[in-house]
Protein backbone atom coordinates (compact mmCIF):
# COMPACT_ATOMS: atom_id res chain seq x y z
CA UNK A 1 0.00 0.00 0.00
CA UNK A 2 1.13 3.54 -0.80
CA UNK A 3 0.46 6.86 -0.02
CA UNK A 4 2.61 9.81 -0.16
CA UNK A 5 1.73 13.60 1.05
CA UNK A 6 3.31 16.82 1.35
CA UNK A 7 3.60 17.90 5.49
CA UNK A 8 4.35 21.22 6.33
CA UNK A 9 7.38 20.66 9.22
CA UNK A 10 6.75 24.04 11.03
CA UNK A 11 8.26 27.74 11.16
CA UNK A 12 11.66 27.45 9.94
CA UNK A 13 13.81 30.06 8.20
CA UNK A 14 15.26 28.56 5.12
CA UNK A 15 17.87 29.95 2.77
CA UNK A 16 17.41 33.59 2.21
CA UNK A 17 16.23 32.75 -1.85
CA UNK A 18 13.37 30.41 -0.32
CA UNK A 19 12.10 32.68 2.52
CA UNK A 20 8.94 32.33 1.19
CA UNK A 21 8.37 28.95 1.01
CA UNK A 22 7.58 26.87 4.06
CA UNK A 23 9.32 23.41 4.63
CA UNK A 24 7.76 20.16 4.11
CA UNK A 25 8.43 16.69 4.78
CA UNK A 26 6.98 14.29 1.21
CA UNK A 27 6.25 10.78 3.50
CA UNK A 28 5.96 7.93 1.61
CA UNK A 29 4.23 4.47 3.12
CA UNK A 30 5.96 1.24 2.04
CA UNK A 31 4.31 -2.08 1.95
CA UNK A 32 6.79 -4.21 4.27
CA UNK A 33 6.99 -7.01 2.62
CA UNK A 34 7.34 -5.54 -0.69
CA UNK A 35 9.67 -6.89 -3.38
CA UNK A 36 12.62 -4.48 -4.85
CA UNK A 37 10.60 -3.74 -7.84
CA UNK A 38 7.57 -2.52 -6.06
CA UNK A 39 9.61 -0.46 -3.85
CA UNK A 40 11.05 1.29 -6.62
CA UNK A 41 7.75 1.96 -7.68
CA UNK A 42 7.20 3.62 -4.62
CA UNK A 43 9.87 5.62 -4.58
CA UNK A 44 9.00 6.78 -8.33
CA UNK A 45 5.70 7.96 -6.85
CA UNK A 46 6.85 9.75 -4.22
CA UNK A 47 9.46 10.93 -6.84
CA UNK A 48 6.54 12.17 -8.76
CA UNK A 49 5.03 14.36 -6.55
CA UNK A 50 8.26 15.99 -5.69
CA UNK A 51 9.19 16.55 -9.63
CA UNK A 52 5.53 18.00 -10.01
CA UNK A 53 6.11 20.44 -6.98
CA UNK A 54 9.16 22.14 -7.47
CA UNK A 55 10.01 21.22 -11.41
CA UNK A 56 8.57 23.36 -14.25
CA UNK A 57 9.20 23.58 -17.74
CA UNK A 58 12.53 25.26 -18.67
CA UNK A 59 13.57 24.48 -15.11
CA UNK A 60 17.12 23.67 -14.51
CA UNK A 61 17.41 20.84 -11.97
CA UNK A 62 20.37 19.80 -10.16
CA UNK A 63 20.88 16.04 -9.39
CA UNK A 64 22.79 14.69 -6.43
CA UNK A 65 24.02 11.08 -5.92
CA UNK A 66 21.59 7.69 -4.55
CA UNK A 67 18.80 6.00 -5.14
CA UNK A 68 16.48 8.37 -4.39
CA UNK A 69 18.05 10.71 -6.52
CA UNK A 70 17.42 7.98 -9.61
CA UNK A 71 13.83 7.57 -9.17
CA UNK A 72 13.98 11.81 -10.15
CA UNK A 73 15.80 11.20 -12.69
CA UNK A 74 13.71 8.47 -13.82
CA UNK A 75 10.29 10.68 -13.44
CA UNK A 76 12.14 13.51 -15.09
CA UNK A 77 12.96 11.03 -18.11
CA UNK A 78 9.11 10.47 -18.33
CA UNK A 79 7.65 13.42 -17.90
CA UNK A 80 10.37 14.89 -20.45
CA UNK A 81 10.06 12.52 -23.15
CA UNK A 82 6.21 12.84 -23.05
CA UNK A 83 6.02 16.73 -23.20
CA UNK A 84 4.85 17.06 -19.94
CA UNK A 85 7.88 19.27 -18.92
CA UNK A 86 9.90 20.85 -21.95
CA UNK A 87 13.11 22.49 -21.94
CA UNK A 88 14.30 21.28 -18.28
CA UNK A 89 18.74 21.03 -18.05
CA UNK A 90 19.76 18.83 -15.15
CA UNK A 91 23.41 19.61 -13.59
CA UNK A 92 24.52 16.17 -12.00
CA UNK A 93 26.41 16.65 -8.81
CA UNK A 94 28.72 13.39 -9.70
CA UNK A 95 30.01 11.19 -12.48
CA UNK A 96 26.70 8.41 -11.26
CA UNK A 97 23.88 10.80 -11.70
CA UNK A 98 25.72 12.37 -14.79
CA UNK A 99 25.59 8.67 -16.16
CA UNK A 100 22.21 7.91 -14.75
CA UNK A 101 20.45 10.78 -16.93
CA UNK A 102 22.18 10.52 -20.19
CA UNK A 103 21.28 6.75 -20.03
CA UNK A 104 17.94 8.05 -19.26
CA UNK A 105 17.46 10.47 -21.70
CA UNK A 106 17.53 13.67 -19.71
CA UNK A 107 19.04 16.56 -20.93
CA UNK A 108 22.91 17.12 -18.96
CA UNK A 109 23.90 20.59 -18.33
CA UNK A 110 26.42 22.50 -15.89
CA UNK A 111 27.14 25.08 -14.00
CA UNK A 112 28.98 26.96 -16.58
CA UNK A 113 26.13 27.02 -18.68
CA UNK A 114 23.72 27.64 -16.16
CA UNK A 115 24.79 29.43 -13.00
CA UNK A 116 21.68 29.37 -11.40
CA UNK A 117 20.25 26.55 -10.59
CA UNK A 118 16.47 26.47 -10.01
CA UNK A 119 16.23 23.21 -7.58
CA UNK A 120 18.59 20.36 -6.16
CA UNK A 121 17.60 17.16 -5.21
CA UNK A 122 20.41 15.34 -2.71
CA UNK A 123 20.37 12.26 -1.20
CA UNK A 124 21.29 12.36 2.34
CA UNK A 125 23.08 9.93 5.40
CA UNK A 126 21.73 11.50 8.28
CA UNK A 127 19.77 14.68 8.90
CA UNK A 128 17.98 16.58 11.98
CA UNK A 129 14.53 17.90 11.12
CA UNK A 130 13.50 19.28 14.12
CA UNK A 131 16.54 22.05 13.54
CA UNK A 132 15.04 24.94 11.99
CA UNK A 133 18.73 24.92 10.02
CA UNK A 134 17.93 21.95 8.79
CA UNK A 135 21.83 20.28 9.77
CA UNK A 136 22.44 17.32 7.64
CA UNK A 137 25.73 15.10 6.26
CA UNK A 138 26.35 13.61 3.25
CA UNK A 139 29.69 11.75 1.40
CA UNK A 140 29.80 8.81 4.08
CA UNK A 141 30.86 5.68 2.23
CA UNK A 142 29.77 5.23 -1.66
CA UNK A 143 30.44 2.35 -3.61
CA UNK A 144 32.21 1.37 -5.77
CA UNK A 145 32.48 5.28 -6.64
CA UNK A 146 32.79 7.83 -4.03
CA UNK A 147 31.15 11.18 -3.45
CA UNK A 148 32.07 14.33 -5.06
CA UNK A 149 31.58 16.59 -1.53
CA UNK A 150 33.48 19.57 -3.71
CA UNK A 151 30.67 19.57 -6.36
CA UNK A 152 27.98 18.79 -4.52
CA UNK A 153 28.76 22.19 -2.61
CA UNK A 154 28.95 24.28 -5.46
CA UNK A 155 25.80 22.67 -7.09
CA UNK A 156 23.95 23.30 -3.30
CA UNK A 157 25.33 27.19 -2.99
CA UNK A 158 23.99 27.81 -6.77
CA UNK A 159 20.73 26.59 -6.00
CA UNK A 160 17.29 28.58 -5.47
CA UNK A 161 16.02 25.44 -3.30
CA UNK A 162 17.48 22.58 -2.33
CA UNK A 163 15.72 19.34 -1.77
CA UNK A 164 16.93 16.53 0.58
CA UNK A 165 16.10 13.08 0.16
CA UNK A 166 16.10 10.76 3.01
CA UNK A 167 15.61 6.78 2.42
CA UNK A 168 13.87 6.19 5.79
CA UNK A 169 12.99 7.54 9.24
CA UNK A 170 16.70 5.56 11.14
CA UNK A 171 18.26 8.45 8.90
CA UNK A 172 16.36 11.46 10.78
CA UNK A 173 18.21 11.87 13.86
CA UNK A 174 17.57 13.73 17.09
CA UNK A 175 21.83 15.10 16.80
CA UNK A 176 24.10 13.55 14.01
CA UNK A 177 26.16 11.61 14.83
CA UNK A 178 29.10 8.93 13.17
CA UNK A 179 30.73 9.47 10.08
CA UNK A 180 31.74 12.83 8.93
CA UNK A 181 33.66 12.62 5.59
CA UNK A 182 36.18 15.94 5.34
CA UNK A 183 38.02 16.46 1.70
CA UNK A 184 41.43 17.08 1.82
CA UNK A 185 44.33 18.04 -0.36
CA UNK A 186 46.43 14.40 -1.05
CA UNK A 187 49.74 16.02 0.07
CA UNK A 188 48.69 17.43 3.18
CA UNK A 189 46.26 14.90 4.65
CA UNK A 190 48.65 13.91 7.41
CA UNK A 191 48.79 17.53 8.37
CA UNK A 192 45.30 18.04 8.63
CA UNK A 193 44.42 14.71 9.97
CA UNK A 194 46.46 15.43 12.74
CA UNK A 195 45.07 18.64 13.08
CA UNK A 196 41.33 17.16 13.32
CA UNK A 197 42.49 14.36 15.39
CA UNK A 198 43.43 16.92 17.99
CA UNK A 199 39.97 19.07 17.69
CA UNK A 200 37.91 15.93 18.17
CA UNK A 201 39.96 13.81 20.56
CA UNK A 202 38.54 12.18 22.56
CA UNK A 203 34.73 12.24 20.68
CA UNK A 204 36.23 10.75 17.43
CA UNK A 205 39.02 8.95 15.78
CA UNK A 206 40.59 10.02 11.87
CA UNK A 207 40.40 7.57 9.67
CA UNK A 208 41.92 8.10 5.62
CA UNK A 209 39.45 6.54 3.29
CA UNK A 210 40.82 4.19 0.91
CA UNK A 211 39.79 3.12 -2.33
CA UNK A 212 37.89 0.02 -1.31
CA UNK A 213 36.15 1.58 1.73
CA UNK A 214 37.07 0.96 5.13
CA UNK A 215 39.67 -1.62 5.95
CA UNK A 216 39.86 -2.38 10.12
CA UNK A 217 43.28 -3.36 9.92
CA UNK A 218 44.49 -0.06 8.19
CA UNK A 219 42.86 2.73 9.28
CA UNK A 220 45.62 4.79 7.25
CA UNK A 221 44.79 3.51 4.29
CA UNK A 222 48.79 3.21 3.57
CA UNK A 223 48.19 0.29 1.15
CA UNK A 224 45.36 1.73 -1.51
CA UNK A 225 43.94 5.06 -0.31
CA UNK A 226 40.93 6.84 -2.36
CA UNK A 227 42.59 9.67 -4.30
CA UNK A 228 40.24 11.81 -6.79
CA UNK A 229 40.90 12.76 -9.90
CA UNK A 230 41.29 16.36 -8.53
CA UNK A 231 44.33 15.16 -5.93
CA UNK A 232 42.30 14.92 -3.36
CA UNK A 233 42.39 12.22 -0.45
CA UNK A 234 38.65 11.87 2.23
CA UNK A 235 39.19 11.53 5.38
CA UNK A 236 36.53 10.41 7.90
CA UNK A 237 36.18 11.68 10.99
CA UNK A 238 34.54 8.88 13.30
CA UNK A 239 32.08 10.06 16.21
CA UNK A 240 31.44 6.91 18.70
CA UNK A 241 28.32 9.30 19.30
CA UNK A 242 26.76 12.63 18.82
CA UNK A 243 28.99 15.53 16.97
CA UNK A 244 31.02 17.38 19.67
CA UNK A 245 33.71 20.03 19.30
CA UNK A 246 36.85 19.98 21.70
CA UNK A 247 34.37 17.64 24.13
CA UNK A 248 31.84 19.81 24.38
CA UNK A 249 28.66 20.45 22.98
CA UNK A 250 28.25 22.86 20.14
CA UNK A 251 26.60 23.83 16.80
CA UNK A 252 27.17 22.29 13.45
CA UNK A 253 27.60 25.74 12.00
CA UNK A 254 30.62 26.33 14.87
CA UNK A 255 32.04 22.67 13.50
CA UNK A 256 31.93 23.60 10.47
CA UNK A 257 33.55 26.56 10.82
CA UNK A 258 36.37 24.40 12.47
CA UNK A 259 36.83 22.01 10.00
CA UNK A 260 37.45 24.78 7.20
CA UNK A 261 39.85 27.08 9.45
CA UNK A 262 42.01 23.82 8.59
CA UNK A 263 45.27 23.86 6.20
CA UNK A 264 44.51 21.17 3.53
CA UNK A 265 40.84 21.37 3.79
CA UNK A 266 38.73 21.25 1.09
CA UNK A 267 35.01 20.12 1.77
CA UNK A 268 33.45 18.41 4.12
CA UNK A 269 29.63 16.89 4.36
CA UNK A 270 28.10 18.65 7.02
CA UNK A 271 25.89 20.95 5.69
CA UNK A 272 24.18 24.06 7.81
CA UNK A 273 21.28 26.12 6.46
CA UNK A 274 21.78 24.63 3.30
CA UNK A 275 18.33 22.25 2.76
CA UNK A 276 15.41 24.17 1.92
CA UNK A 277 12.81 21.09 2.33
CA UNK A 278 13.50 17.64 3.37
CA UNK A 279 11.77 14.61 2.03
CA UNK A 280 11.93 11.22 3.95
CA UNK A 281 10.65 8.02 2.08
CA UNK A 282 9.66 5.78 4.79
CA UNK A 283 7.55 2.14 5.63
CA UNK A 284 6.68 3.75 9.39
CA UNK A 285 3.94 6.44 9.79
CA UNK A 286 5.94 10.17 10.84
CA UNK A 287 4.28 12.09 13.78
Request: net charge negative; aromatic share 6%.
Amino acid sequence: MFTSSLMQLGEATPPSVWQSQPKFRCHMRRARQAQASAERSDDYKCAEDLVGKFVQSNSVVGLGTGVLVNAVIDCLAKKTSTGLLQNVRCIPASDVSASEAAFQGVTVSSLAEHPTVDVVFEEVDEIVLQDPELPFIAGRLAEPVQPNLVRMRELLAASKCNVMLVDGVDQVAAKLRGVLPVVVDADLWEDAGEALDDIFIPDAEIWRRSRAGYDPADPRAVDSPYLSAQGHNLLDIKFYGPLKLFGEQASYQKIAEEIESLDGVIAHGLFVNVASTAAVFTNEELT
